[in-house]
């Protein structure tokens, strides 16, 4: 089965910047769309960002569209999130996904205004 570890989060500025990464175990990592979401404290779930598995295609949810970007490194079996220009909205935990099934831990981002 394979495991995904979020790492990055943290506290920031209104402004500022972080970069998060999902790190996945197996070898199916490279066959697979992957996915950031988020969950805001009394909210559901929502998606953030995926990208296909060879990183040619990427789409982005409008609240983040020109301020956050996916990419991903095969040989690593890793995909990130840049976050740039953040908003105390964009506070949440941050989980990456892998295909349909399978969900890390999530990572905590808090903006502060």
């Known amino acids: 089965q394979v495991q995904l570890v979020e790492s990055g989060g943290g506290l920031v500025q209104a402004g500022g910047s972080l970069r998060l990464s999902c790190a996945a175990s197996g070898s199916i990592f490279s066959l697979n769309t992957m996915g950031w979401y988020r969950q805001a404290p009394g909210k559901q779930r929502e998606w953030v960002a995926t990208?296909?598995?060879?990183?040619?295609?990427?789409n982005y949810a409008d609240s983040v569209k020109g301020r956050f970007t996916i990419s991903r490194d095969n040989a690593k079996n890793t995909v990130y999130l840049q976050m740039t220009s953040l908003k105390p909205e964009d506070t949440a935990v941050y989980y990456c996904r892998l295909g349909i099934t399978s969900w890390g831990q999530g990572t905590q981002v808090t903006v502060s205004s």
């Open positions: 990208i296909t598995s060879g990183g040619g295609t990427r």
